[in-house]
């Protein structure tokens, strides 16, 4: 009995299948079950194209967001075929006689071969979730420890905290309760941190010093991300539950300092994890922003500073140095550009539009002057720093932007 037969599929469909997909399906499904990666759509994906013969589409000279198209398409097109696949072969078994189908239950048990090790259900990352509590899993009282500080430190370690998305918006009630519960760790040149698949019990905020992020590519370790003075990092495992992603080595002499997890769970994840939410989803209003990734998208919300401004306010100043990249969030504002002794409204801004980044592209002075219209106004803004950053695959798109003031 053929494996299409009794599937709802027109016979092209199911000579399709036999003839061209079942064959790459099955060779693929055999390499996932032999490697069992972490992450399985990744290795999905790198192996479509290993097998299609696509390694010039990913040469240097290809862009980030035409990678990315390419990745997408290949993934569309994969998970379409094998949900209609399972949808066609879940209806074709309600059709199955109750007797045949405990006859296929006394022989679906899988050869041995096919469980994990103890040791690899150790080490396999969990699905990305938060901690759920209920009746069976409730939060307990907790209090915070208190590592004994100067007032020198803790000066240093609030300075160092303001920097960082997810803790620059705590109350002063809950950043006190947060710089009494850090503890401040001194890391050697070449020291590893943290290691890839680990479970993680703490998040570190970098002081002083730079540390590398690395993941085992076959075999070697690449440098995925380095981090800086006032990064965090370690934080993924504690705010989605899961294990380490990366390892993290010190580049130099480093001064951190560590929150451990409950801590971290009790003061600062609840209003982290809406934070980056509310912004995750007003990016994807963005029209630059739209096409990006979930976890692009996520570090982009990370980096973004919530400014509050009033009827009137000017936010940046024609001929001034840029050093913001701003979206607007609420309200409206609007451009003006001197012409010599005139004065010309050349742009209206409302959410989801965005601007400063022309300064930030050509290293100028501002094109023009920004004024918020409405009564209040929120506007997003994003350093230069984290501007070339995160935004550099999207330079060419933002650089072929026509501004009517230019």
Request: net charge negative; aromatic share 8%; hydrophobic share 35%.
């Amino acid at each position: 009995m053929s494996v299409v037969d009794g599937l709802p599929f027109a016979e092209e469909k199911k000579e399709y299948v036999l003839q061209i997909l079942d064959p790459i399906l099955e060779e693929m499904v055999s390499d996932v079950l032999a490697e069992m990666p972490t992450i399985p759509m990744d290795f999905m994906i790198q192996w479509l194209n290993k097998r299609a013969g696509k390694a010039a589409a990913f040469s240097e000279h290809v862009s980030v967001s035409q990678r990315n198209r390419i990745l997408k398409q290949e993934l569309r097109s994969l998970q379409g075929s094998l949900h209609e696949a399972s949808t066609a072969a879940a209806s074709a078994q309600d059709d199955v006689p109750d007797e045949e189908e405990e006859e296929d239950e006394e022989d679906d048990e899988p050869p041995a071969d096919w469980f994990k090790s103890e040791d690899q259900m150790q080490k396999t990352r969990t699905s990305v979730s938060a901690e759920a509590y209920g009746q069976w899993n409730q939060k307990k009282a907790f209090t915070p420890p208190d590592y004994p500080k100067t007032e020198e430190q803790k000066q240093r370690l609030k300075q160092t905290l303001s920097k960082s998305f997810m803790f620059s918006a705590l109350e002063e009630k809950d950043m006190q309760l947060v710089l009494g519960a850090m503890k401040e760790c001194k890391i050697e040149a070449g020291e590893k941190v943290i290691n890839e698949g680990d479970n993680g019990d703490f998040l570190f905020v970098i002081e002083k010093g730079a540390l590398n992020c690395t993941k085992a590519v076959d075999g070697d370790e690449k440098v995925v991300k380095t981090v800086n003075e006032g990064d965090v990092f370690g934080e993924l495992a504690l705010l989605y539950n899961c294990p380490r992603a990366a390892s993290v080595v010190a580049k130099d002499a480093c001064i951190c300092w560590q929150l451990d997890r409950e801590s971290f769970n009790h003061i600062v994840k609840d209003a982290a994890v809406a934070r980056r939410n509310k912004y995750d989803e007003f990016l994807k209003s963005v029209n630059l922003l739209s096409s990006l990734e979930a976890y692009e998208r996520s570090q982009i919300a990370d980096a973004l500073v919530a400014e509050t401004c009033k009827k009137g306010d000017t936010i940046v100043k024609q001929d001034d140095p840029g050093d913001k990249f701003y979206i607007v969030e609420e309200g409206t504002l609007y451009a003006l550009k001197n012409f010599g002794s005139e004065e010309k409204r050349v742009m209206d801004y409302k959410p989801g539009d965005y601007f400063g980044e022309l300064a930030l592209l050509k290293n100028q002075p501002r094109a023009a002057s920004v004024v918020v219209e409405s009564e209040t106004a929120k506007v997003l803004s994003m350093s230069r720093q984290s501007f070339n950053k995160m935004l550099g695959p999207l330079a060419d798109l933002l650089s072929s932007k026509v501004s009517s003031y230019t």
